[in-house]
């Protein structure tokens, strides 16, 4: 085997005056053709402009605030829900407790009965109690249920009768 030995050659410094360096600089080889030519930007341009920029921060701002009031609402929304959702499930588990302690004392009672008529008896007792206890703690969650969907709802009517408020002022 041999070895090939190549030798490479330095590259000629280029000369470097002020436009060659810019335009380098800028990523394009040294044409004058690419050189940026200074001009005066008009003074009208420059207010609008300045009036457009200033426009545009201004109304960054109001979307931004918009923004943080949506977020906000959002926020106290969920928070709202998510308590009003605990205390629901809390109350659904108190009325199953206590329809299961009903059942265990009337399944106790029937056990200890001595004839077919207090069966009977304790039976249409438990069914009549049982149908009072379900019909109210129905009636509680469905009352609670409505108040949570309005304490949920009300935020955000708020705020949309605030957004048509500033609309129509606007």
Known sequence: M????T???AAPKARTTKATTKTAAAGFPDFEAFAMPKMEVPAAFREATEKSIEQAREAYAKVK??????????????????????E??????????SNADATFAFMKDIMAVKTLAEAIELQSSFTRQQFDALSTQT???QEFAT????DVTAPMKEAMEKSFKDIKAA
């Open 147 to 150: 108040k949570l969907g309005t």
């Open 139 to 141: 009636k509680d969650m």
């Open 65 to 86: 605030n918009a923004a943080e009031d949506a977020t906000d609402l959002m926020e106290d929304t969920f928070e709202t829900s998510r308590q009003g959702l605990v």
């Open 7 to 9: 030798t490479t050659k």
């Open 88 to 97: 629901f499930n809390h109350k659904a588990v108190d009325a199953a407790r």
């Open 2 to 5: 041999t070895e090939t030995s």
